[in-house]
């Protein structure tokens, strides 16, 4: 089933009056494998597990429907597909042709275009509406519902995402038939031999962290984009090297599973993979790419809380590996998790990691917002109800 993991989180309270800037994320392709939901076996995604600690958890929550453009759709206009009549995957659009496809849709008002209405500013970026790495020039996002948007939004992800050096099935020894062809192998796992930086997600992110350094001058809603772990599952090969083929674990799977249940339809994707020995190298794939995304995650849920007695706020920022933290008074900590997991040596002064805290401390908020006061003149001031 294809799910979409949206969090909505307030950064920050701009001032005592003003409303809190709103991050929303929208994750394409991610099942439950994470550790704060069913954690599948030897799966690394702690930056999932810190925002589940501060967050509240929906863990029975369901997509509209198990495809990209229908649940999408559903998500950022509030309408069921049971009402749109918008079920599957529709492509070679360029613009909102929802609103044409579903005349319930006609003027529906999109969630970025609801905040801009109660006075956001609202700007996007990456995989919000659908769209694929390999179809340029094909996405049904609403350009007029955003106050910006990062590049084409109607182009927003193909040009981002470089392709590993790919060997034909029958050179590798794999028989005809890999589904989505064969030739693009667009259903299929490689490591890539760039870093981080230059991958697809990795750019939204830092497009997004840009946004929310800067100064606005109105309350902020980002909706950001990422589009692994859907497939090709093709991410830097650090990501690959976490999980060794060796050490994968297959889901928990019967062999008559579909007997007594509905087909499908791709009965044939899973021939393919279990005929040519592939399952565990797909499944490495996966993995490899919730870990990476789940970086992406990281460099965004930035941790922040002001002590009594300091003038400025603290932030605390994490990698896959190290988290230091800023404290308001200008006190440093720096943990290597993988090293110290009980964050029992600070080494914010090792000169070794010199170069990490530096990476990590560009995460800081240049510019955080003042802490909020409580509003005194507030209606909702208990001291200002009268006692029934």
Not at 135 to 152: F, H, I, L, M, V
Not at 231 to 256: A, G, Q, T
Request: proline residues 9%.
């Amino acid at each position: 089933m294809r799910t979409i993991l949206a969090l909505a989180f307030l950064l920050a309270c701009v001032s005592a009056s003003a409303r809190p800037h709103v991050l929303f994320v929208a994750i394409d392709d991610l099942n439950d494998y994470i550790s704060p939901l069913d954690h599948h076996p030897g799966i690394k995604t702690p930056h999932f597990d810190r925002l589940a600690r501060r967050s509240v958890n929906f863990a029975n929550a369901h997509c509209a429907a198990p495809a990209c453009h229908p649940s999408r759709v559903a998500i950022m206009t509030g309408v069921h597909p049971s009402r749109s009549g918008i079920y599957r995957n529709m492509f070679g659009a360029r613009g909102p042709r929802w609103r044409h496809e579903s005349p319930l849709l006609e003027k529906a008002v999109v969630l970025s275009q609801h905040f801009r209405d109660h006075g956001y500013r609202a700007v996007g970026g990456g995989k919000i509406f659908h769209t694929l790495q390999w179809t340029p020039n094909d996405s049904q996002n609403d350009p007029e519902a955003w106050d910006d948007y990062r590049g084409d939004p109607n182009d927003p992800i193909s040009q981002d995402w470089p392709r590993p050096k790919l060997i034909p099935d029958d050179k590798s020894g794999l028989g005809p038939g890999r589904p989505l062809g064969g030739g693009s192998q667009l259903f299929g796992a490689a490591p890539l031999d760039l870093p981080d930086e230059k991958t697809g997600d990795h750019m939204v992110v830092d497009w997004a962290i840009e946004q929310m350094k800067k100064k606005q001058a109105k309350p902020l809603f980002l909706a950001v984009g990422l589009f692994r772990p859907h497939i090709p599952w093709e991410v830097p090969k650090k990501w690959f090297d976490i999980y060794p083929l060796e050490k994968v674990n297959l889901p928990e799977h019967r062999e008559d599973d579909l007997k007594d249940a509905h087909n499908h339809g791709r009965t044939g994707w899973h021939k393919w993979v279990v005929e040519n020995k592939q399952w565990e190298k797909f499944m490495q794939g996966y993995l490899a790419s919730i870990t990476y995304v789940d970086h992406q995650l990281g460099r965004l849920s930035l941790t922040s809380f002001q002590f009594w007695g300091e003038k400025t706020p603290s932030h605390g920022v994490s990698d896959a590996r190290y988290r230091y933290i800023q404290y308001g008074n200008g006190f440093e900590e720096l943990y290597d998790l993988e090293a110290d997991p009980r964050e029992f040596t600070n080494r914010a002064d090792d000169s070794a990691l010199a170069e990490v805290k530096t990476r990590l401390a560009k995460g800081i908020p240049a510019n955080p917002a003042p802490i909020c006061q409580v509003p005194k003149d507030s209606p909702h001031h208990r001291a200002n109800q009268k006692k029934k």
